[in-house]
């Protein structure tokens, strides 16, 4: 037997997506799942809704309602009447197709057929419509009702939304929830406090309170002014004749002379031996007088001897310069350019000169 339980607005196919973290262990990856369509009249929807309760399954059994309204004419072309059945789709593990329609066939003789499932047509305009490939299926039928060729979907079986009714294994149902209730902290006994009956008579006596008459107030107030005031005096005698610490303080500092010898011992007497001062060197012999040193006369150096043709360089530039010639003029002797190729071919710089003859 199973538990069945339902899940508003879900689609097959987001419980197969989220069937692990769902139901854990009970879920199998590996198990191969099967999609058939059940007609039964509309008078035993709710028997099929629980149906899963009634079957002993071994993987969870996931189904899908349908109504069809804008595709009803295209069931009523069929000559079949959609208002007098109620069509669920259910996805179940194969080896639990046996167990799940073996009362149905049984029992009630339901009929075993197939069923091509196909898309709305795009000329009918039905909102949110989503296209998908021609598929066929099982298909078991109440025997009250016709058989059908083809029924219209405006999206695919697996994304039918609406109330999903889910059947789950009962032991692993149970085992799960134990589980899931260890996790939550729900389930667990709580202890209750005790409460202890005692009897009136074992319950302690407060003593009396005695109340005090008002004479007798009067004269505790009485005693207890008098007795204030008898302190309070005692008090201020006390401090007349306590003397403060400060005046003998001050009293010992003006006994006190102000300024107090103290003898130095010896070797503080003798006041540290100073260094004496370095003596000053003797004075040097005087130096003799520099008028009695002779005084070498300089001589001359030797000036370097002309080569042949700076001394014929020299003496064209001074007889052009001194017959007025300017020295810018100079260049324009025709002798200038020969001599200068002259002096070029013996190493011989003739602009240096030239200069040193122009100014003088």
Known sequence: MGITAMVPDMTIGQLINEAEPRWGEIWDDKSARMLV???????????????????????????????????????????????????????????????????????????????????????????????????????????????LERYYLPFPPNSIPGKCFVSLPRRQAAELARQQAEVLGVGRLEKKPTITQIDASELPIAPPVVEASPSNMDDMMDDFSSNMLAEMSAEGEEEQNVTLPGSNLEKQESEQPEHVFVPLPPSASQGPSSPQPPQPPAPAAAIENSADVPVPEPIPEPEPEMSDIEREFRELVSGLLATGIEPSEVMDDPRWEDISERAAAEGFETWPVFLQLAAM
């Open 37 to 147: 369509l059940l007609m039964c009249p509309r008078k035993e929807r709710k028997l099929m809704e629980l149906h899963g309760d009634m079957v002993e399954h071994g993987q969870p059994v996931m189904t899908v309602f349908h109504r069809p309204r804008k595709e009803a004419p295209l069931l009523e072309q069929q000559n079949f009447d959609p208002k007098a059945a109620s069509f669920q789709f259910v996805n179940l593990a194969s080896p639990d197709l046996g167990p799940w329609m073996q009362h149905l066939i049984t029992n009630e003789k339901w009929m075993r057929s197939s069923i091509e499932l196909t898309s709305v047509p795009f000329s009918m305009d039905i909102p949110a419509q989503r296209a998908f490939e021609t598929e066929r299926i099982l298909c078991f039928r109440h025997p009250s009702l016709p058989a």
